[in-house]
C-alpha cells in the first residue's frame, strides 16, 4: 500500500467500546456467573475504635444457605503491603492492615469477618447474625491535635500517630521572612472525599484445584502486583495467578489497589473450591474503599511590596486514616511535591506529618496530593495579594518561573529529609497563564463580575496555577504480534474508561503505518500479558505509549537483519516492513516483540483554571458559571478523549468543591454514607467546561507527551474557592477547599464562623 | 410458612413466586423471592444493562421503562413486576448498530466508562416520548436525575437535545 503515511498521533478519533456499551453489552465484574458460585459479605466494625473481644460466626453458620465464615482466626498474620518503594519507611510498614481486624477495630467499616453463602440476599442475612463484640475506645479524630499526649493511640503498638514527619527546605525561609514586606498566615483544611465511581468494586475468584491455578476477575489499575500479592498470600506461584480486567465502571485512582477484600475472596476461593463472587454495596463502598485528601495546613507566605513572592513556611498533618494501605505515604508526600507549584520563591519550609486517625484509611483519589496543594497554595497567594492590593492574576504572572530558567530545580537544602528534589524539566508557564486567560475570557469575566455585582449580586472570579507531577515509572513492557489480520498490542495497563485503548492503537497504527482498525490492543489478562506497573499517576499513555514506540524500533532491527539492510533502511507502510530495494516482509513474520520504556522521576506540566462564581446569601449556595482549564499535555494523542477526561475531572473538582464531603461525627462515625449523603454534582450544578491544551512537548519521553488524566481536577478546588473569596470579599474568610451551603451560609452569618475553619458541615 | 400453594396467602422471604413480565416485547416468566428487586430479577434473568450504582433510588443507573415510564428498578420488588411491560437498553438498537439516541450519545462523548449510560439512556427515551418538545432546561433537568461520575453529565444534556432534535426534525 502506498499513499500519505496516516497522522493517527493527535487524531480526533473516536473512542473504541462505545458501541458496545451503549448497546449494554460491556461485561462488569457483577455480571460474571459461574457454575456453583457462592456470595461472599464483609461484616464490618460498627465502632471507629475499639477492643475487638469476640467474633461469633456460629449463629450465621447456622442460616440456610450458609457456606462457610472466616474471621482473623481462621487465616495466617497477613499484612497488606506497600506497593511504591518510595512511598515506603520503616515505620509505615509497621501500621498496615489486615484482611480482618484481630484486637482492635480502628474505623468504622473496617472488616471483621466474612460469610458465604448460596445466595447474596442470604450471605447478607448472615452477615447480620455475626456477633461482633466490641468495647468502644476514644477515636483519635483531630488531625493536629492527633500527636498530643492526651491523645489515645490508634496503633498502640506503634506508640505515636504521626507515621512519619516529612522535611523539605529549600533556601534560607528564615532570612526571607525577615526581609519581607508582608507575611499573611493561615490556617487552611482540605475536606475529606471520595472518588465514587458509579459502580462499586467488586471480584469473582476461582479456583481450579486440577491445574492449581487460581483466576481473579476483577482486577484493575494494578494488576501484576494484586497477581503477585495474591500469590504470595496463597502460597502459589504467579504464573499460577491470573488476574483479569473486565469492564470497569470507573476508577479514578481507588478502585484495583489490593484491598482487605481482594485477599479474602481469592483465600475462600481456594479454601472452599468453588466461585466465590463479592460485589460491594454503596454503604461498603463509602466506608471501605480509600477516602481521600483530608488535610490541615497552617501556612505563612511571605512577599514584598513590590509582588514578589518570597517565601513559605508550612506545618501540615495529612490524614491516612486507621492504616497505611497500598500507596504507603502518598497522602503526604504528594502534597509536599506539589505546595511550591509555579513560582520562583527564593525560600520555603515544609514539615508534613502523617498521621493517623480512627477513619477509613486514604489513599490517591484523581490528582491526588496536587489538588490539595494546589487549593492551599492558591489560596495563600490570593490572600497575599489582597494584603498587597493587587490585582491576584497579575501577582501570578510576575512571579510564574520563567521560561529561561528551565529546567528548574527546588534543590533540598539542610534539614530536609531523604527527598527527591522538586524539578520542572520545561514548559513556558507565562505564556500557558495567559492562554489559560484567553480560554477563560478573563477580561469578560471581570466585566461579568462588575455588572453582577452593579446588580446587587455576589460575583467572584477565581484564579489558580498548578504544577502536576505524573507519569511515574519505573517501566511498562509492550508487546507487538503481527498477525493476518494486523497488529495485536499487548500492555500491563488498565483502563477506567478514560480510553486507552484507542490512543495505544492510534500510537501502534500511525508508527507502523497500519489502518487503525488492524490494531488491537490486549491489557486484561496476566496470564497474557508482559510485564508492568499498571494505570495511575497518569503514565499509561506515556509509558505505554512509549513502549510501543521501543517495540516497533526493535521490529524494525528485527526487519533489517531479515532483509540484509541497515535499520534506518527500514519502513514501515501499510502492514510491511521494506528495505530500500531488499524488498519487504510482512509484520507477521517479523515474530513477537517487546519493548520496554524505562522511566526515571516524574514528568512536571503546568496547568491553571478559571471560574466565574456567585454566591447567594440567603442560602449560602455557590453556582459555578464558567469553568475554563488550561493544561500542558506535552503533545495530546487524541484530543477529543483527552478533553472528555480534563472536562470530567474538572467536574468532578467542581462538584468536589460544591457539595461532596465525607463527615464524621464526634464519635468517628461516617455521615455520608448514601449517595444521598454524599452529594455528587448532576448536569443541573455544573457548568459547561471550556478546555485548553497546550502542547509544549516534553524531553522525557520520544513521543513527547505528558500526563493528561487528571489535571483536570488539580486546579478545581484552588479557582473554586478564589472564586467564593472573591464573591463574598470582606463577608467571610474562605478557610476550607469546601464552599457547601452549609460553610459559606455559616461563614457569612456569623463572623466567628470563618468557611471551613474547622468543623465538617454537620457541626458547623 | 407456607408455599404458593397453600391457602395462606403470605410466602416466606425465599419461597419463590411466579412472575409474567414481558421484557422488550418478550414474555419472561420468572420465579423470585418476593423480597428480590425487580433489578436483582432483571439480572438474573440475563439483562446485565440493568446495573447497580447504589440500590437506593438516589444513582438512577438501574433505570427501565415500566409501561413506557422511567422507574428506577433497584426500588421496586420483582413481584410488583407482574404484568408489566419492561424495557430495557437492548430495546433501543436494532441489529448491531445503534439506534439514534445511542448515537447522539456516541456522537457527543456522553460516555467514558459505560456504566451509567443504560440508565440514562432509558431515562431520555422516556423523556423523547412523553416530552418530545423538551427544552434544554427541561432536558437539563431530567438529565440530572441520574449520576454520570466521568463526564459529569454535561455531554448527556448535549446528546439528548441531539436526539430530540432529530426526533422533531423526523428523522
Given at each position: 500500500m502506498s499513499g500519505p503515511r496516516s497522522r493517527l498521533i493527535g487524531s480526533p478519533e473516536p473512542r473504541r467500546k462505545n458501541r458496545e456499551l451503549l448497546r449494554?453489552?460491556?461485561?462488569?465484574?457483577?455480571?460474571?456467573?459461574?457454575?456453583?458460585?457462592?456470595?461472599?459479605?464483609?461484616?464490618?466494625?460498627?465502632?471507629?475504635?475499639?477492643?475487638?473481644?469476640?467474633?461469633?460466626?456460629?449463629?450465621?453458620?447456622?442460616?440456610?444457605?450458609?457456606?462457610?465464615?472466616?474471621?482473623?482466626?481462621?487465616?495466617?498474620?497477613?499484612?497488606?503491603?506497600?506497593?511504591?518503594?518510595?512511598?515506603?519507611?520503616?515505620?509505615?510498614?509497621?501500621?498496615?492492615?489486615?484482611?480482618?481486624?484481630?484486637?482492635?477495630?480502628?474505623?468504622?467499616?473496617?472488616?471483621?469477618?466474612?460469610?458465604?453463602?448460596?445466595?447474596?440476599?442470604?450471605?447478607?442475612?448472615?452477615?447480620?447474625?455475626?456477633?461482633v463484640d466490641i468495647d468502644e475506645l476514644e477515636p483519635v479524630l483531630d488531625l493536629a491535635a492527633s500527636s498530643e499526649s492526651s491523645q489515645p493511640l490508634v496503633h498502640e503498638h506503634f506508640g505515636s500517630n504521626t507515621v512519619n514527619r516529612l522535611a523539605y527546605r529549600y533556601g534560607d525561609a528564615a532570612a526571607v521572612f525577615e526581609q519581607a514586606d508582608v507575611v499573611v498566615h493561615r490556617r487552611l483544611r482540605v475536606h475529606r472525599l471520595a472518588a465514587a465511581p458509579m459502580e462499586t468494586r467488586g471480584l469473582v475468584a476461582?479456583?481450579?484445584?486440577?491445574?492449581?491455578?487460581?483466576?481473579?476477575?476483577?482486577?484493575?489499575?494494578?494488576?501484576?502486583?494484586?497477581?503477585?500479592?495474591?500469590?504470595?498470600?496463597?502460597?502459589?506461584?504467579?504464573?499460577?495467578?491470573?488476574?483479569?480486567?473486565?469492564?470497569?465502571?470507573?476508577?479514578?485512582?481507588?478502585r484495583g489497589e489490593p484491598y482487605p477484600e481482594d485477599i479474602l475472596v481469592a483465600l475462600l476461593a481456594q479454601r472452599l473450591q468453588r466461585p466465590v463472587q463479592w460485589i460491594e454495596d454503596r454503604w461498603e463502598h463509602m466506608v471501605a474503599t480509600n477516602h481521600a485528601r483530608e488535610q490541615e495546613h497552617d501556612i505563612e507566605m511571605a512577599a514584598d511590596r513590590d509582588g514578589r513572592l518570597l517565601g513559605f513556611r508550612v506545618r501540615g498533618w495529612c490524614d491516612h486514616g486507621a492504616y497505611v494501605r497500598t500507596q504507603g505515604l502518598l497522602p503526604a508526600v504528594l502534597p509536599m511535591f506539589h505546595l511550591p507549584g509555579p513560582y520562583q520563591w527564593q525560600a520555603f519550609s515544609m514539615d508534613l506529618d502523617a498521621v493517623l486517625t480512627n477513619r477509613t484509611p486514604v489513599g490517591t483519589y484523581r490528582g491526588p496530593g496536587m489538588t490539595e496543594a494546589t487549593f492551599i497554595r492558591e489560596r495563600m497567594v490570593d490572600l497575599v495579594a489582597a494584603e498587597l492590593q493587587m490585582d491576584p492574576v497579575q501577582l501570578r504572572r510576575r512571579n510564574l518561573i520563567a521560561e529561561e530558567s528551565m529546567p528548574f530545580t527546588f534543590m533540598p537544602g539542610p534539614g530536609s529529609g531523604a527527598v527527591m528534589p522538586i524539578m520542572y524539566q520545561g514548559g513556558d508557564f507565562p505564556a500557558a497563564f495567559d492562554e489559560l486567560l484567553d480560554a477563560a475570557g478573563y477580561d469578560q469575566l471581570r466585566d461579568w463580575r462588575r455588572e453582577a455585582r452593579s446588580g446587587g449580586r455576589h460575583a467572584g472570579v477565581g484564579v489558580s496555577a498548578y504544577i502536576e507531577f505524573a507519569a511515574v515509572g519505573p517501566f511498562e513492557d509492550v508487546d507487538i504480534v503481527g498477525d493476518d489480520q494486523g497488529v495485536v498490542i499487548k500492555a500491563a495497563v488498565g483502563s477506567l474508561g478514560q480510553g486507552i485503548e484507542t490512543a495505544l492503537a492510534q500510537i501502534a497504527a500511525e508508527l507502523l503505518d497500519v489502518p487503525l482498525d488492524d490494531v488491537a490492543v490486549e491489557f486484561h489478562d496476566t496470564a497474557e500479558l508482559p510485564q508492568g506497573f499498571?494505570?495511575?499517576?497518569?503514565?499509561?499513555?506515556?509509558?505505554?505509549?512509549?513502549?510501543?514506540?521501543?517495540?516497533?524500533?526493535?521490529?524494525?532491527?528485527?526487519?533489517?537483519?531479515?532483509?540484509?539492510?541497515?535499520?534506518?533502511?527500514?519502513?514501515?507502510?501499510?502492514?510491511?516492513?521494506?528495505?530500500?530495494?531488499?524488498?519487504?516482509?510482512?509484520?507477521?513474520?517479523?515474530?513477537p516483540t517487546r519493548g520496554r520504556f524505562e522511566k526515571e522521576g516524574l514528568t512536571a506540566s503546568f496547568g491553571g483554571a478559571v471560574c466565574s462564581v456567585s454566591v447567594d446569601p440567603a442560602d449560602g449556595r455557590v453556582r459555578v458559571h464558567r469553568f475554563a482549564l488550561a493544561h500542558d499535555v506535552g503533545r495530546a494523542v487524541n484530543p477529543r478523549l483527552l478533553r472528555g477526561q480534563l472536562a470530567g475531572a474538572a467536574a468532578q473538582g467542581i462538584g468536589g468543591a460544591l457539595f461532596e464531603e465525607l463527615a464524621f461525627d464526634g464519635n468517628g462515625q461516617p455521615l455520608s454514607v448514601?449517595?444521598?449523603?454524599?452529594?455528587?454534582p448532576t448536569a443541573a450544578e455544573l457548568p459547561d467546561v471550556e478546555v485548553a491544551i497546550i502542547e509544549h512537548g516534553s524531553g522525557s519521553n520520544p513521543l513527547g507527551i505528558k500526563g493528561g488524566g487528571e489535571a483536570g481536577m488539580v486546579g478545581s478546588f484552588g479557582a473554586v474557592a478564589n472564586g467564593v473569596a472573591d464573591a463574598v470579599g470582606e463577608g467571610a474568610e474562605v478557610l476550607s477547599s469546601s464552599v457547601s451551603p452549609a460553610r459559606i451560609w455559616h461563614a457569612l452569618n456569623d463572623p466567628s464562623e470563618p468557611a471551613g475553619t474547622g468543623k465538617p458541615a454537620q457541626e458547623a | 410458612m407456607t408455599g404458593s400453594g397453600s391457602p395462606h396467602p403470605w410466602l416466606g422471604p425465599d419461597e419463590a413466586a411466579p412472575v409474567a413480565l414481558t421484557v422488550n416485547g418478550t414474555a419472561l416468566e420468572v420465579r423470585v423471592p418476593p423480597r428480590r428487586t425487580l433489578a436483582d430479577a432483571l439480572r438474573d434473568a440475563g439483562c446485565t444493562s440493568v446495573r447497580l450504582g447504589c440500590e437506593h433510588g438516589v444513582c438512577g443507573t438501574c433505570t427501565i421503562l415500566l409501561d413506557g415510564s422511567a422507574v428506577r428498578s433497584c426500588l421496586m420488588l420483582a413481584v410488583q413486576g407482574q404484568g408489566h411491560h419492561i424495557e430495557t437498553v437492548e430495546s433501543l438498537a436494532g441489529g448491531d448498530g445503534l439506534g439514534p439516541l445511542q448515537q447522539a450519545f456516541d456522537d457527543n462523548d456522553a460516555l467514558q466508562c459505560g456504566f451509567c449510560t443504560p440508565g440514562f439512556l432509558m431515562l431520555i427515551e422516556s423523556l423523547m416520548r412523553s416530552e418530545p418538545g423538551a427544552g434544554e432546561e427541561r432536558v437539563r433537568e431530567v438529565v440530572s436525575s441520574n449520576l454520570c461520575r466521568c463526564t459529569g453529565g454535561g455531554p448527556v444534556v448535549a446528546a439528548a437535545q441531539q436526539a430530540l432534535a432529530s426526533n422533531r426534525d423526523g428523522r
Open positions: 449494554g453489552e460491556g461485561t462488569y465484574v457483577a455480571d460474571i456467573r459461574l457454575e456453583g458460585q457462592l456470595h461472599a459479605r464483609v461484616v464490618r466494625s460498627p465502632a471507629a475504635h475499639g477492643r475487638l473481644l469476640g467474633v461469633d460466626t456460629s449463629e450465621a453458620l447456622g442460616i440456610p444457605g450458609v457456606v462457610a465464615a472466616l474471621t482473623a482466626a481462621d487465616i495466617d498474620d497477613i499484612r497488606i503491603p506497600i506497593r511504591l518503594p518510595f512511598a515506603e519507611s520503616p515505620e509505615a510498614n509497621r501500621v498496615l492492615q489486615a484482611p480482618l481486624a484481630t484486637d482492635v477495630v480502628r474505623y468504622v467499616g473496617e472488616p471483621v469477618a466474612v460469610v458465604v453463602a448460596d445466595d447474596p440476599y442470604a450471605a447478607e442475612d448472615a452477615a447480620e447474625h455475626v456477633l476461582d479456583f481450579d484445584p486440577a491445574s492449581g491455578v487460581l483466576t481473579v476477575w476483577g482486577g484493575a489499575k494494578v494488576k501484576h502486583f494484586t497477581r503477585g500479592l495474591l500469590s504470595t498470600v496463597l502460597g502459589l506461584e504467579p504464573t499460577d495467578v491470573r488476574v483479569i480486567e473486565v469492564e470497569v465502571g470507573g476508577g479514578f485512582g481507588t499498571g494505570a495511575f499517576a497518569s503514565r499509561s499513555t506515556v509509558l505505554a505509549g512509549n513502549a510501543i514506540a521501543a517495540a516497533v524500533d526493535e521490529m524494525r532491527a528485527k526487519a533489517a537483519h531479515l532483509l540484509g539492510c541497515a535499520p534506518g533502511e527500514v519502513e514501515f507502510r501499510g502492514g510491511v516492513a521494506t528495505g530500500g530495494d531488499r524488498g519487504s516482509v510482512r509484520l507477521a513474520e517479523i515474530g448514601t449517595l444521598a449523603d454524599y452529594m455528587m | -
